[in-house]
């Protein structure tokens, strides 16, 4: 049976509450100021974890709220953990229409004052989260971060961070990414679990299979 997901469409991303086996797993935490959205929806559930997919601070910027306000523990890839502990947003080599968010990237992180934030968990590929009672593994999917990675369910659902989005159609990632020539490594990892539904940070909706495929 597949585990419930449901959708927060925060401010300038997309999280995920996801059932687990008691409570829930939250999948990124959106922008400073979105905890209480984010919990509005959690509502009075145990919250087992706070996955955070890659350190920018549109996907973490919340957490440390969340958990003050939860208990919850914060987990990241071990090679993100020290960005999120500064509060930095890396964005890498910028192509195209990324160029725009890249100039007004200082601006908009004053606006925000990301919190600088520890993680209680430094996951590491192939980690599996059955302590957290999910039926789930963490696989290090790199390129738009050097920690960028994602969620594979047993259950055939996948979150991918920003590797992948759906805004405009489903495609790889276009815009921002630490190494280029990582991405299609990654995308081929999530390819090999074969997901029915694949969510990403950014876009409407679920990806299916049959368009993970055709990337």
């Known amino acids: 049976m597949r585990n ?3 959708i927060v469409r925060t401010r300038l991303s997309n999280c995920y509450v996801l ?9 990124d935490a959106g922008a400073p100021g979105d905890a209480d959205l984010i919990l509005s929806v959690i509502d009075d559930r145990k919250l ?3 996955l955070i997919t890659h350190a920018h601070f549109d996907h973490y910027g ?5 958990r003050r306000r939860t208990g919850a523990p914060i987990a990241i890839h071990e090679s993100d953990a020290g960005n999120m502990h500064r509060a930095e947003t890396h964005l890498g080599i910028v192509k195209g229409r990324g160029k725009i968010a890249a100039a007004f990237l200082p601006l908009v992180e004053r606006l925000y004052s990301p919190e600088p934030t520890e993680a209680d968990v430094r996951l590491h590929d192939g980690e599996d989260l059955g302590s957290y009672d999910l039926d789930a593994i963490v696989v290090h999917t790199p390129g738009h971060t050097m920690g960028s990675c994602s969620l594979i369910c047993r259950e055939d659902v996948a979150f991918v961070g920003d590797l992948l989005s759906t805004t405009g159609g489903a495609h790889l990632q276009r815009y921002f990414a630490m190494d280029w020539s990582a991405l299609t490594p990654s995308l081929e990892k999530v390819k090999h679990y074969r997901p029915a ?4 940070g950014h876009g409407k909706g679920a990806m299916t299979c049959e368009e993970l495929e055709g990337l």
């Open 4 to 6: 419930q997901v449901e």
């Open 48 to 50: 087992n974890l706070i």
């Open 19 to 27: 059932e687990a086996q008691s409570g829930v797993v939250l999948i």
């Open 197 to 200: 539904l694949i969510y990403a």
């Open 62 to 66: 919340s957490a440390a709220e969340i």
